[in-house]
């Protein structure tokens, strides 16, 4: 059993991102897949609705304008599902799409090493795809801490143009 | 662990001696209530600890969830161009619940400022790079939501109420 306290291991750069096609809307599907040609930022989190100010999507949708400098799509992913993460993108105003990975629960987090397991959530875990599709970065944050975006920034700029 | 990337220079709005055992810097937003709450916080220590601390604020406006965080950056930027940066900062504040230009005009009046050149800033935006550039600093330190506050560089990740900021910044050297 791995140990919940400590941050899961969280697939590595270097690794092909495990493709997978999740719904972001009621009757819509998003694959990963299709966004091939283009850097792909992945921010796994634990539920929609924490609070508000420091709320992980919440600045992710502030700061959308400097993924689109590098061409980057953001996708956030949690447990949650396709209505919940509808309220929650209306209440927020978030312009970017949010995955339900909902069924089977938790499948695609546990394929990228991001599912915590005792609370049946996904961890805060940050991963930046080349347009190849191979993960290019990663980093699994405490649960409890937002990890902001300088990570995924630095990261979008060592990216080979 | 996040750090400052931008040290603390000639543009910032600072207070406190330069040469304090400790810097404190936030990141805050006018509209934020959780920054409203921390306000009355950050008078407390910097009273607790006089010289020993150094107190900067920067702009992170969450402009996207509070629609009148950046326009309330660029009066406080403004002021600060008339010298009066703290006392808007300050009335910004106090007034959270009444954010809007009537508000601004109001506030600049009393603090003796120039309505006209206010409007005429806001419209021109004046001060929507500097108001940017404070906020994209904060995302390449770290920043992620409001209040952040930065002890000596490092992000603090825990609570920032009273006794729990003050043990940072007196572990930090501040004692």
């Known amino acids: ?161 | 662990m996040a750090t400052l990337k931008i040290p603390v220079g000639p543009s910032d709005h600072v207070e406190g001696p330069d040469n304090a055992p400790v810097t404190l810097v936030e990141y805050g937003d006018y509209q934020c209530p959780y920054c409203g709450e921390a306000h009355p916080v950050v008078k407390a220590i910097q009273k607790a600890f006089g010289k020993k601390l150094r107190f900067v604020f920067r702009n992170f406006p969450l402009a996207e969830m509070h629609p009148h965080a950046q326009s309330a950056a660029e009066t406080a930027e403004f002021a600060a161009a008339n010298g009066k940066f703290w006392q808007m900062h300050d009335a910004l504040y106090e007034h959270q619940e009444q954010l809007g230009g009537a508000l601004y005009l109001e506030l600049a009046g009393s603090l003796g400022l120039p309505a006209a050149a206010l409007r005429k800033a806001l419209e021109d935006g004046t001060y929507r790079e500097k108001v940017r550039a404070d906020f994209m600093g904060g995302v390449k330190s770290g920043v992620n939501g409001t209040p952040s506050f930065f002890i000596n560089g490092h992000r603090h990740d825990a609570s920032f109420d009273f006794e729990t900021l003050s043990a940072a910044i007196e572990a930090a050297g501040g004692k």
């Open chain 1, 1 to 161: 059993m791995p140990n919940p306290e400590s941050p899961a291991s969280v697939l590595p750069p270097g690794a092909a991102a495990p493709d997978f096609a999740l719904h972001v809307t009621p009757d819509q599907t998003l694959g990963l897949r299709e966004l091939r040609g283009k850097p792909v930022v992945l921010a796994f989190y634990p539920a929609d609705w924490s609070p508000v100010c420091g709320d992980q999507m919440a600045l992710y949708n502030e700061i959308l304008p400097e993924f689109h400098k590098f061409g980057a799509t953001i996708l956030g992913i949690s447990v949650d599902g396709v209505w919940c993460h509808r309220a929650f993108a209306d209440a927020r105003k978030l312009r970017f799409p949010l995955l339900a990975d909902f069924e089977l629960k938790g499948d695609v987090a546990r394929r990228y090493g991001a599912y915590r397991q005792a609370e049946g959530v996904c961890e805060r875990a940050l991963f930046v795809i080349d347009k190849d599709g191979k993960i290019a970065w990663s980093y699994c944050s405490p649960v409890a801490v937002n990890p902001g975006a300088d990570g995924i920034l630095e990261a979008l700029e060592k990216l080979p143009k």
